[in-house]
T-cell receptor
């Protein structure tokens, strides 16, 4: 069974630009969660999509948005990039949404975003 | 506010047992997760607790006391490959949404 895949793996952007990251979950998984990881802030939860709907969300500004398609693939968009957005962006998939028990979450390898 | 505390670093000897503690002060507690993350790699889910007590999974066990806001991850028969960061995360229900709040992680070094 293929794991969670994320594209691209590395990305360099400049301040003010926007970026779209993609995540393909494990086949059959309908929940996709997005996380930001930085040395200073650690791992932070961005949001979760389940069956094409945003089901749960963290405390990030509206510049961070996402969507999920009918095949459960998800995209995350960051507009008006800031230097502080440089981070590793991870997605994770699971069978059930976060609020329904403790299904195992499987993480992808991440997208390393650098904002110059 | 929401706060999760874990020791920053721990060291242990191969074959030994180590306990990694996690204390949390959160409102809307809705479950606790432990993840393992090797350097340069994505996290791996280890365990989930929502009720008080001990959950055992092979060499790994996780304990939760909701009244004390306390959890620990117990690793037995340590192996060199257990050298990694261990992240405690609390699921909270707030503002109509569930979200995960992560601790800063505990970096465990296992020595021969």
């Amino acid at each position: 069974k293929a794991g969670v895949t994320q594209t691209p793996r590395y990305l360099i952007k400049t301040r003010g630009q926007q970026v779209t990251l993609s995540c393909s979950p494990i086949s059959g998984h309908r929940s996709v969660s997005w996380y930001q990881q930085t040395p200073g802030q650690g791992l932070q939860f961005l949001f979760e999509y389940f069956s094409e709907t945003q089901r749960n969300k963290g405390n990030f500004p509206g510049r961070f948005s996402g969507r999920q398609f009918s095949n459960s693939r998800s995209e995350m968009n960051v507009s008006t990039l800031e230097l502080g957005d440089s981070a590793l962006y991870l997605c994770a998939s699971s069978l059930s949404p976060l609020d329904r028990g403790g299904d195992t979450q499987y993480f992808g390898p991440g997208t390393r975003l650098t904002v110059l | 506010g929401q706060n999760i505390d874990q020791p920053t670093e721990m060291t242990a000897t191969e074959g030994a047992i180590v306990q990694i503690n996690c204390t949390y002060q959160t409102s809307g507690f809705n479950g606790l997760f432990w993840y393992q993350q090797h350097a340069g790699e994505a996290p791996t889910f280890l365990s989930y607790n929502v009720l008080d007590g001990l959950e055992e999974k092979g060499r790994f066990s996780s304990f939760l006391s909701r009244s004390k806001g306390y959890s620990y991850l117990l690793l037995k028969e340590l192996q060199m490959k257990d050298s990694a960061s261990y992240l405690c995360a609390v699921r909270v229900f707030s503002g109509g949404y569930n979200k995960l709040i992560f601790g800063a992680g505990t970096r465990l070094a296992v020595h021969p």
